[in-house]
Nanobody, 124 residues
Framework: QVKLVESGGGLVQPGASLKLSCATS????????LAWFRQAPGKERDFIAA????????FYGHLMKGRSTIARNNAENTVNLEMNNLTPEDTGLYYC?????????????????WGQGTQVTVSS
């Protein structure tokens, strides 16, 4: 059974940095592409970043481009998202997602498996 569990969220002040982690199990990790999405209250799920089967293949959406870094660890079956210079607009539920094949990196429908999300709140 595919399982993705996000962690690392919390309450931070504007300008802070945060690292989210996604622990996975139940599938051959190296055969899956992975991504992070964010859903703000009352809004749709938005693409942040994705990483392909090759750790060097990374893709970023406009939301946090230049302020985020996605990385995968095939030995530990984890994918991380490092974020910096956070603003209140970055508040939301952050999801990890996985897929064995990709049509479009930024479309939520591309991803077959999802975690439950970790809440990030940016507030002073």
């Amino acid at each position: 059974q595919v399982k993705l569990v996000e962690s690392g969220g919390g309450l931070v002040q504007p300008g802070a940095s945060l690292k989210l982690s996604c622990a996975t199990s139940g599938f051959t990790f190296s055969h899956y592409a992975l991504a992070w999405f964010r859903q703000a209250p009352g809004k749709e799920r938005d693409f942040i970043a994705a990483i392909g089967w090759n750790p060097g293949d990374t893709f970023y959406g406009h939301l946090m481009k230049g302020r985020s870094t996605i990385a995968r660890n095939n030995a530990e079956n984890t994918v991380n998202l490092e974020m910096n210079n956070l603003t209140p607009e970055d508040t939301g539920l952050y999801y990890c997602a996985a897929t064995p094949s990709v049509n479009s990196w930024s479309f939520a429908a591309t991803y077959s498996d999802w975690g439950q999300g970790t809440q990030v709140t940016v507030s002073s």
